[in-house]
């Protein structure tokens, strides 16, 4: 599912890849080098081991990139079944049932695929959580050289990815507190004492060289009002639930903390690592919605609850007796089986983008694009919304983020009102005054727009949404903004691979890029 998996927008893997690159060359986590210091990945672990990987090998940083993240893709459905296997209880069947349900469920799982085709972190942060629990799951004596391992394994749940934090603590703490028979509490105290001090050095180092305690893409698409977030996280999680599949991949995580009441349990310990992993799914849900759930569909945030949902029920599928047993053996299986189902391969030979522009030249025409900008303002800014590989491509130009994803000034914004993609408003585009603004994601076209009448910034919101790319009403120019722009802004394009490219260029410039070989209106 992952090679077929299309992600709704590559272009957030090559925001991920520019700071691979920077931070190999440079030493130093930017996006353009000379603005500063920006954490414009999600996650600082999964920047880091996707550079160590780089370096080690000396790969293509593309290549590299979709290799880990497949690998990690793996690796987040084969650690449960490990774990599964490795129980010290159950009958030798059971666990092997159980450890195929919970493998053909992530295999199959959407989401996870969809996430992992994104080439981010989140296949490296469902590990580490999972992970985190198995050590948890597998430990029959808390020694201390078992506390200082899930010491480590919490800092990297908290390093992969920032709300990482919360099933961190809760997990060790938990845990912690449930083995007080095998440690005094003086050491148990020291342990957690040792993960929050790790966690507020981290922090503090990240306040200090970043000016911000959070990933600078938090910012852009965080509300000024929380209520804002929480609306659109239910909105999220009731679409995903709107159809037969989302319920068959959320509802146990919903539904299997019931089953703590129930003492059809082989032990209090069993009992006690099954709530402790159906707990946690619920507050990674919980922890979803808070945020404001995610701007595209297919449940990419809610992976890591699904897959603890999933690991819950084959815990259950192993340690549940009589009715309660019998209940999660079925659930499992068919939870597993409708999955697979759905997963048949349709179209076999179709490959997502993100595994298209990694295998593919494609590359050569934006690179191409790139090029013709760079002869025409090397010293200027180009502002993009949906375009940030542009920046991989041809490093050297200043290329601005109007969402606010690699820029500290937009992202930092105080916005009332709901923000789901960015903070991009038109009136930033007045106040920057870039010498190239390329707008929306719907750039490209097979016919120059440059003839286009009347002047698409002109037209109504709707038009404009439609025509230029835009997702958002806010995000589209209206009344006294639009005809400044349109003062200001002139349209052009640049057809490189048989495709026309299109974009705004300040007046004064109409005349050089004419000259460059870009047509503009009026040249």
């Known amino acids: 599912m992952f090679v077929r998996t299309e992600p709704d927008n590559i272009d957030d893997g090559f925001i991920l890849m520019v700071y691979i690159r920077h931070l190999i060359r440079d030493g130093a986590i930017a996006w353009n080098p000379g603005d500063g210091p920006v ?17 080690l090998t000396g790969g293509d940083i593309v290549w590299c990139t979709f290799l880990v993240s497949a690998i990690f893709h793996a690796l987040a459905t084969l650690l449960p079944m490990a774990v599964i296997l490795r129980l010290p209880a159950g009958s030798p069947n059971r666990r092997l049932v159980a450890a195929a349900a ?36 597998l430990t029959r004596r808390l020694t201390i050289l078992r506390m200082i391992s899930l010491v480590l394994a919490a800092w990297m749940v908290v390093l992969a990815r920032p709300e ?10 938990a845990t912690l507190w449930m083995e007080r028979s095998d440690q005094p509490l003086r050491r148990r105290i020291a342990a957690l004492g040792m993960f929050v001090v790790g966690v507020a050095v981290y922090e503090s180092w990240h306040v200090r060289y970043f000016g911000a305690w959070a ?27 709107s159809n ?5 991949q959320l509802g146990p995580v919903l539904l299997s903390p019931l089953a703590i009441l129930s003492s059809d349990w082989s032990s209090p310990r069993a009992r006690f690592h099954y709530a402790l992993v159906s707990t946690t799914a619920v507050g990674m849900l919980a922890a979803a919605i808070y945020a404001g759930g995610d701007s595209y569909p297919h449940g990419r945030l809610l992976t890591a609850s699904i897959a603890f949902g999933a690991f819950a029920i084959a815990l259950a599928m192993v340690h549940a007796q009589r009715h309660l047993g019998t209940v999660f053996l079925v659930t499992g299986a068919s939870v597993a089986l409708f999955q697979c189902v759905q997963a048949i391969p349709t179209g076999p030979s179709e490959l997502g983008s993100h595994v298209v522009v990694t295998l593919s030249r494609d590359r050569e025409c934006d ?11 090397p010293f200027g800014t180009i502002a993009e919304t949906d375009f940030q590989r542009l920046k991989y491509w041809c490093d050297d130009l200043r290329v601005v983020d109007l969402e606010g994803l690699n820029n500290r000034e937009i992202a930092h914004e105080r916005v009332s009102d709901a ?3 960015g903070k991009f408003r038109p009136v930033t585009v007045l106040r920057m005054r870039p010498e190239v603004w390329i707008p929306g994601f719907n750039f490209r076209t097979m016919s120059s ?32 903004v639009a005809v400044e722009l349109a003062g200001l802004y002139v349209p052009a394009s640049l057809r490189v691979c048989g495709i026309a490219y299109n974009l705004f260029v300040r007046k004064d410039l109409a005349g050089k890029f004419s000259e460059a070989g870009f047509r503009v209106e009026g040249f």
């Open 215 to 241: 990933p600078n893409a938090y910012y852009a698409k965080t509300s000024a009002l929380r209520a804002n977030e929480i609306r659109d996280g239910v909105r999220y999680v009731l679409a995903f639930l």
């Open 449 to 480: 727009r440059v003839s286009a009448k009347p002047h698409p910034l002109l037209t109504d919101a709707e038009t404009q949404m439609r025509v230029l790319g835009y997702d958002e009403k806010q995000k589209a120019a209206e009344g006294s």
């Open 102 to 137: 919970v493998g053909l469920t992530l295999a199959s799982m959407k989401s996870g695929a969809f996430a992992a085709s994104f080439l981010l972190e989140m296949p490296l942060y469902v590990f580490c959580a999972l992970g985190l629990v198995g050590l948890v799951v």
């Open 244 to 248: 037969t599949a989302g319920w068959v």
């Open 367 to 377: 690179r191409a694009f790139g090029n013709a900008l760079r002869r025409v303002v």
């Open 39 to 55: 954490d414009g990945c999600t996650s600082m672990l999964d920047l880091l081991v996707k550079s160590a990987v780089v370096m």
């Open 164 to 173: 990482g934090i919360v099933p961190a603590t809760f997990i060790l703490g």
């Open 419 to 421: 923000v789901r993609m």
